[in-house]
């Protein structure tokens, strides 16, 4: 009850920031007069119509200092708000994401096809047609990303906590996904052609150095499966790589345990005090990988001129969020790698899919956002030189960490000759 009495607060705290903003809105300069003049014939009329000019001065002196007075409520508003309202929608959708989305997977499995109904809800608001292509290829490709996800998930759990689909759906998913590879590399694309899409946007706009760092994240993401860079043994064994549900309950060799452990991946967890089991989709995805993506993003939406306080707080919704799960794990005693996220990628597609139907269903509580020029009041060329210089830094950072990634598979590769070797020596004497 706890979580759905936070969440129903929400739409309350976004609904009276609206009314506030909107009340606090600064009338345009040439309006003001002959709407004090509107206000003045309607109001004084029956007892100062002799005295007109006097009082026209009078309420045009009062309604600037109202106006002067609203303008400084406004300010210190729009000062506060974006603090405000991004902590508040994190908090949401961690809340919407950990306590219902990794435990309930099986009743998204028909959420998510629903929450298509968001398209023509948000078809009436575009701009123009070219808004409307975008929102609809975006909304259904994370769709489809956010069902195969969950019904993988899904599929890797026992029967029995696939309520209320654990009947013909879940042995349909088990049968056609469970311990498949075909599914992590559909996942796998799904995330490269998302941001290619992004690259080939930035390319028409001739923004290339940010389309470059999109390139270099390409290059750099991790790959499903371990036939490329299979990790050593020791490593496996330090950080309990073998908890993947295709490999529990299975005696593998060293050898055997090192060709399937894969960077793609779906870990059975369970609750504390509970007894029901859920998987969980999980990448290892470098620390330096989610940061630099969350900072390409970012540069990519003030390029297209989208990032505002919602819209950053989407991005920032998953690195909180997996660094939670992560410190929870650590706190439960499981050896982790302080350099690995393994949850970010699920947070992030739920995150984003979240927003996309929120914001279809219920635009006009998200109006008015906040965008990163009013909150530096930045002119056309501080843009244009901030993002020079922010695609210029997301470069140098994708350069240094794609070298540094492949040199650490390079390392990797040298790691597992060795033990190769030391395996045949004793053999060879």
């Known amino acids: 009850m706890g979580v759905w009495y936070w969440l129903s607060l929400v739409p309350w705290f976004f609904g009276a920031g609206h009314v506030q903003e909107a009340g606090c809105k600064e009338l345009p300069v040439e309006l003001l007069d002959p709407l004090a003049l509107l206000q003045l014939d309607t109001a004084i009329q029956p007892s100062f119509s002799n005295n007109s000019s ?24 729009e000062l506060q708000s974006p603090l405000v309202r991004i902590p508040l929608l ?41 808004d409307r292509g975008f929102f609809i290829a975006k909304t259904c490709s994370v769709a489809a990303f956010m069902e195969l996800m969950t019904a993988l998930c899904v599929a890797c759990a026992s029967e029995e906590d696939a309520w209320p689909f654990n009947g013909f759906v879940h042995r349909f998913c088990a049968r056609h996904l469970k311990g498949r590879n075909w599914p ?31 390139l270099c994240l390409v290059a750099s993401t991790p790959l499903p499966g371990a036939g490329i860079f299979p990790y050593p043994i ?91 799960i992560f410190c929870v794990l650590q706190c439960n005693g499981i050896a982790l790698d302080g350099w690995v996220n393994s949850h ?8 984003l899919w979240l927003w996309f139907v929120v914001d279809g269903l219920a635009h006009k509580l998200f109006v008015h956002p906040t965008s990163i020029a009013d909150w530096f009041q930045l002119t056309a060329e ?37 033990e190769c070797n030391e395996a045949k020596r004793p053999a060879s004497r």
Not at 344 to 351: G, I, K, P, V, Y
Request: overall charge negative; aromatic content about 12%; hydrophobic content about 50%.
């Open 344 to 351: 970010w990628l699920q947070a992030r597609a739920f995150s």
């Open 184 to 214: 992590l590399v559909v996942l796998y694309l799904g995330l490269s052609v998302n941001i290619l899409e992004a690259v080939l946007q930035d390319l028409a706009f001739q923004h290339t150095l940010n389309a470059i760092t999109g």
């Open 234 to 324: 020791d490593l496996i064994r330090k950080y309990d790589m073998a908890t993947q549900s295709d490999l529990q309950g299975l005696d593998l060799s060293d050898e055997d345990l090192q060709s399937r452990i894969s960077d793609w991946y779906v870990v059975l967890m369970q609750r504390r005090g509970g007894h029901s089991v859920f998987g969980d989709l999980c990448c290892r995805l470098p620390i330096s990988w989610i940061w630099l993506y969350t900072s390409w993003n970012a540069c990519f939406m003030f390029d297209n001129s989208i990032l505002n306080d919602w819209t950053l707080a989407v991005l920032l919704v998953p690195l909180f969020e997996s660094q939670r």
């Open 90 to 130: 994190c908090l949401a959708f961690m809340l919407a994401h950990g306590w219902l989305f990794r435990s309930w997977k099986s009743i998204f499995l028909l959420i998510i096809p629903l929450g298509l109904m968001s398209i023509p809800a948000f078809l009436g608001v575009a701009a123009d047609d070219k």
């Open 382 to 418: 501080d843009e244009v030189t901030l993002r020079h210089y922010w695609g210029s830094l997301n470069l140098a950072w994708g350069v240094l960490h794609l070298a540094w990634f492949w040199h650490r598979a390079y390392r990797l590769s040298q790691a597992r000759a060795e």
């Open 54 to 77: 006097l009082s026209h001065q009078a309420l045009s002196l009062s309604v600037k200092a109202v106006t002067n007075a609203d303008g400084g409520v406004r300010e210190s508003f």
